[in-house]
Structures are given as C-alpha cells and as structure tokens.
C-alpha cells in the first residue's frame, strides 16, 4: 500500500499543476485521444481526470462525450476493477462552461432544437435530453465502484456529476456548491433523485434554495463526503479505498452489489430485495469465486477470484428494464 500511496502522491502533486507525469501519459496513448479529459489504467484502476486546468475543467459538450466514452471503455475492460475521477490544476470542475453568455442554456432556441411541427418543444425528444443527466445516468449503470477524488471547486454540474458516483472524498481546498437557483435554472444530472437520498431532503432543499459554495468540512457533516484530506495526500486515499476493494474480493460479487444497492433505492417493498437477493444467492453460490471465497477463508490465504464480469454475470442480470426517455 505504501508504494502505491506514493505513486499515487506524485501523479496528484502533476494533476495540480494541470499536467500527468511522463509515464502516466504514455500510458494515455493507449487509449482515445481525448481533449478534455484524461484517462489512464494502472494496477486495476482507471483515473478519469477532467483536464481543462486553464479553465478550472469547466464542463462541456465534448467533455461529456469523452467521459460517457471512457465509461463504456470501463465497463468493457476486466483490467479495470475500480475508477477514481478528479480535476487538473487546482479545480475539480467549475461548472458549465459559460463561454457562450446568456445563450449558455437557451437550446430551446438554437437551430437543433428538438420541435413539434406546430413549433412548439418536443420535450420527449432525445434531442431534448439534460446533458448531465446522461453522465449520472451512464455512471449509475456502471458496474466497479466509482470514487470521486474532489479536489477543489465542484459546482453545479462539477456537484451534481459526483452525485452518482459511490464514494466522495475531498480536499481541504475543495468547495461545493449547488448554484442553479442563482442562475435561474434548476439542479440537473438527475440530482432530484441522487441529492436527497444521500444527504436527506432538508439539507439538499438547502443547499438548493441557498444556492451557496460551501467548504468540505460542511460537506462532510452534511453526508455529502466521506473524508477530507489535505490536498497533497488526497489521490493516494482515494487509491488506497480502491485497491481494498480491488485486493479482497470478486469483480462479479462487486458488480452485483453495486447495482443491487443503487437500484434498491427505487424499490417500494423489500419483498423486491428479496427476490433479487434470492436469486444472486443461488447463482453465485454455484460459482467459482464463491468456492474460492470459502476456501480461501477456511485455509487463512488471499482468495484468487476468477470471475470476470465481461463474461460471468448471473443469468437473471440485468433484472431490470432500462426506463426510456419520454
């Protein structure tokens, strides 16, 4: 752990300065060539750093393309058993990109818009679609953990976007703030449904209504963030929280939960968690990695898991319909 903790501490003292050390940037080449965002794999982890420094990672439409590309790049790969996400430089995202001005959110008028042949708004057309609700969308689906490593500033979509990943640790230097009523716009990213169930309605309508930048400290007494740490040491717990999932236990077992804690958020009777626990129950209990998990405990050694998720999920998954855009 201790060398990973210091690899980790030299590519965040690069990431504050906006750049990635030569080794992790070739490790770059092996992947898309993506302009906003950075996206590296090493020793099971996937680091998606969101690389705009010289605009504190102002979010973007290109930028949401290449992080919904790195997702399905995630899930594809069985190299990959963890994802940490954070921001170049001294931000982790700023927000929206505002370049544009007051025409920043009037899609509703551009040339693209979605529209009925009356002329009036086809909301139901994709076109038509919260470009920070397809990240936290894509994010929910994943099937490895998601961390998220703020590092400084997170606001508005910079907020929102974290809100579907698992764990949310932060920088002494990070600030949130959920600023859209400040704006005159509401929160996106599906944040009606993430917000309150992870930090409980009262605070998420007044964080909401305020429209305020707080720091991580409040976040953190608010549910929002697990831990806070200095800056400097701030990837390296975010690895170290990594590779204790990625050490102990089996990438199928983690999928499944994962999905079986998000996806329960939304049921209305535990009978609902009952039948999928059931099922799980009994599929894995035939598997491979579960006769490793109990050997491995009864002779006191590390378990070898060789499931893979690309190819060993359970036959009853998924055990949802996935709900269209209306």
């Known amino acids: ?28 080449s092996n992947f898309m060539d ?6 590296t794999v090493a020793d099971g982890v996937a680091t998606l750093t969101l690389c705009r420094p010289e605009k504190l990672n102002a979010f973007t439409a290109e930028m949401l393309h290449e992080l ?54 086809d909301y139901s057309s994709d076109k038509s679609r919260d470009g920070g609700g397809r990240l936290t969308l894509r994010i929910f689906r994943c ?45 996106e990213a599906a944040s009606c ?18 429209g305020r930048v707080y720091s991580a400290a409040e976040a953190k007494a608010g549910g929002l963030i697990r831990e806070v740490y200095a800056e400097d040491q701030l ?38 968690a009952h039948r999928i626990d059931s099922r799980a129950i009994i599929s894995r209990g035939r598997s491979a990695d579960v006769a490793e998990g109990v050997q491995s405990f009864l002779e006191k050694r590390p378990a070898k898991f060789v499931d893979r998720v690309s190819a060993d999920m359970p036959d009853y998954f998924p055990w949802w319909d996935e709900q269209p855009y209306l």
């Not at 993506?34 to 996206?39: E, Q």
Request: aromatic share 6%; glycine share 8%; net charge positive.
């Open 1 to 28: 752990m201790v060398g990973r903790h210091v690899e980790a501490q030299a590519q965040v003292a690069a990431v504050s300065k906006g750049s990635l050390p030569g080794d992790i940037q070739g490790k770059r």
């Open 235 to 272: 990837l390296g717990a975010a690895r170290e929280m990594a590779h204790e999932i990625i050490d102990n236990t089996s990438p199928v077992a983690i999928a499944l939960i994962r999905q079986m804690m998000w996806r329960g958020l939304g049921m209305s009777d535990p009978m609902q």
């Open 34 to 39: 993506y302009k906003t965002i950075s996206y």
């Open 193 to 210: 449904f993430f917000l309150p169930r992870i930090v409980g309605i009262s605070r998420a309508l007044e964080w909401c209504y305020s």
């Open 68 to 121: 919904l590309q790195a997702f399905e790049s995630i899930d594809a790969d069985d190299a990959v058993r963890a994802v940490i996400v954070t921001g170049a430089g001294r931000a982790f995202c700023a927000g929206a990109d505002l370049s544009a001005g007051a025409a920043t959110f009037r899609r509703a008028d551009s040339v693209a818009s979605p529209r009925h042949p009356q002329a009036s708004i």
């Open 143 to 187: 099937l490895k953990p998601v961390i998220a490593a703020i590092n400084g500033p997170a606001v508005g979509i910079g907020a929102t976007m974290t809100l579907a990943m698992d764990i949310r640790l932060a920088s002494d230097k990070a600030k949130i703030g959920f600023v859209f009523a400040r704006r005159g716009i509401v929160p």
